[in-house]
């Protein structure tokens, strides 16, 4: 599965996606069929999640976890700026997780849900909430988990 975000130009970022994990493409007008591509993952990734936050006056998009094109559930984050039309790495969640939601509240990215496996397991292990703090002084901070605040839960769809 690809991840989508609404900029606030009301355009849509799509990336990642079976066979297309690295792919990203920016969505304009009524014809979400046709894309103008962007700048590559620097990870390729499916099963992941994806937000947008303001940065003062920047928009940047957030790409997190999923299956690699490997299969391993991943704990590697992306900042996509927008404007510059360019990925970094951002410090990774606290433990991989794939079918899960990212969300803003406030000045804080929350890893909510999802699950990951270890190596060849059929287990499934069910992390904790993960929160990233982001201040104008001090920038972005580590990943910090919280208390079990529900049970296991992944297979996310968000919207606003």
Same mark, same amino acid.
């Given at each position: 599965?690809?991840?989508?975000?609404? =900029?606030?130009?009301? /355009?849509?970022?799509?990336?990642?996606?079976?066979?297309? &994990?690295?792919?990203?493409?920016?969505?304009?007008?009524?014809?979400?069929?046709?894309?103008?591509?962007?700048?590559?993952? =620097?990870?390729?990734?499916?099963?992941?999640?994806?937000?947008?936050?303001?940065?003062?006056?920047?928009?940047?998009?957030?790409?997190?976890?999923?299956?690699? #094109?490997?299969?391993?559930?991943?704990?590697?984050?992306?900042?996509?700026?927008?404007?510059?039309?360019? %990925?970094?790495? =951002? /410090?990774?969640?606290?433990?991989?997780?794939? #079918?899960?939601?990212? /969300?803003?509240?406030?000045? /804080?990215?929350?890893?909510?849900?999802?699950?990951?496996?270890?190596?060849?397991?059929?287990?499934?292990?069910?992390?904790?909430?993960?929160?990233?703090?982001?201040?104008?002084?001090?920038? %972005?901070? #580590? %990943?910090?988990?919280? &208390?079990?605040?529900?049970?296991?839960?992944?297979?996310?769809?968000?919207?606003?």
């Amino acid at each position: 599965m690809a991840s989508a975000v609404t =900029l606030k130009t009301g /355009q849509v970022l799509v990336t990642g996606g079976s066979g297309m &994990e690295r792919d990203v493409f920016l969505l304009n007008g009524t014809d979400l069929n046709e894309g103008i591509r962007r700048k590559s993952l =620097l990870v390729g990734r499916l099963g992941h999640a994806s937000t947008v936050k303001m940065l003062r006056t920047e928009e940047v998009v957030l790409v997190a976890g999923g299956w690699s #094109d490997e299969r391993r559930p991943l704990d590697s984050v992306e900042m996509f700026r927008v404007e510059q039309n360019n %990925w970094e790495f =951002l /410090q990774p969640l606290t433990s991989p997780r794939v #079918d899960f939601t990212l /969300q803003v509240l406030n000045s /804080q990215i929350l890893a909510i849900g999802g699950y990951y496996t270890k190596d060849e397991e059929d287990l499934r292990y069910y992390p904790h909430t993960a929160a990233l703090s982001w201040s104008e002084s001090a920038g %972005w901070g #580590d %990943w910090e988990e919280e &208390e079990q605040t529900m049970e296991h839960r992944n297979g996310f769809m968000t919207t606003k």
